[in-house]
């Protein structure tokens, strides 16, 4: 008999108006150890996370009343960093960009495998939490353009202005600044973070690249800071030079 791994205490909150889907969910993440709550839309959801507090939020986008993206940009409006993975049916990329620009954590299009959901809330979970990035460095600040890295508060300001950083996004900038100007693939990326036996996947080293990208770039899609080396990977450049001109 297989052992299931232990997640007692792990609630994942799956908000969608199909109750179908939502039975069959509850099903299945509870055979695999977690505790499932439902609710049918967005309405009531900051409340609702004030009474209790999942480990992670599975959200449709498309639903009656509050949407998906309205839900989330109230939570992230208010500084609230719960994990969120998007789930929707619509063919246009454009919602799922923008879930993912106002702080969604992975998105899933419909109709979907529960196999595939549950790895994907596995990773998002894993890269949440970050254990070796949780521990203070009694270590000098790292400045940057306008920016400070706090390793002793695990921090990031720009201008003396605190920006809000997940624990992943806090340990990726780290790896980032600890191998400046040297070019990560996203491969080394998850070793070493995660560990080689890691099944996070490059699409979640993706958006916290891009998230990083849009706290430090007025236009992310032109990167001073975190640049693309084509083919290779990804290069932390200080003084915001192109990558190109500093690795040859």
């Keep these: 008999m297989t052992t299931l791994p232990v997640r007692a205490n792990m609630k994942i909150l799956v908000v969608d108006d199909d109750p179908d889907l939502r039975d069959l969910l509850r099903e299945y993440l509870s055979r695999h150890g977690f505790s499932v709550a439902v609710m ?89 939490k970050m254990p070796d990035a949780a521990v203070p460095e009694q270590r000098e600040n790292y400045t940057f353009g306008p920016f400070v890295l706090d390793f002793r508060s695990r921090t990031l300001t720009r201008d003396a202005q605190l920006l809000t950083l997940s624990d992943g996004e806090y340990g990726l900038l780290r790896l980032l600044v600890n191998h400046a100007m040297q070019v990560l693939s996203r491969e080394r990326i998850i070793e070493l973070l995660y560990g080689a036996d890691s099944d996070v996947n490059d699409r979640g080293i993706d958006v916290q690249i891009w998230r990083l990208r849009r706290l430090l770039d007025e236009d992310a899609q032109s990167p001073r800071f975190i640049q693309t080396v084509r083919g290779r990977g990804y290069i932390f450049v200080p003084d915001g030079q192109r990558a190109d001109m500093v690795t040859g």
Excluded: C, Q, W
């Excluded at 009474?51 to 009343?65: C, N, S």
């Design 40 to 128: 049918h839309d967005g309405d009531g959801l900051a409340a609702r996370l004030e009474r209790e507090r999942p480990a992670l939020i599975v959200l449709d986008l498309m639903m009656p009343k509050v949407d998906g993206l309205t839900a989330l940009r109230d939570l992230r409006a208010r500084n609230d960093d719960v994990p969120v993975i998007l789930l929707t049916a619509r063919s246009d990329e454009i919602d799922r960009i923008v879930g993912l620009e106002i702080g969604a954590d992975d998105y899933l299009g419909k109709p979907f495998s529960p196999r595939e959901l549950l790895a994907r809330i596995n990773a998002v979970l894993r890269r949440r």
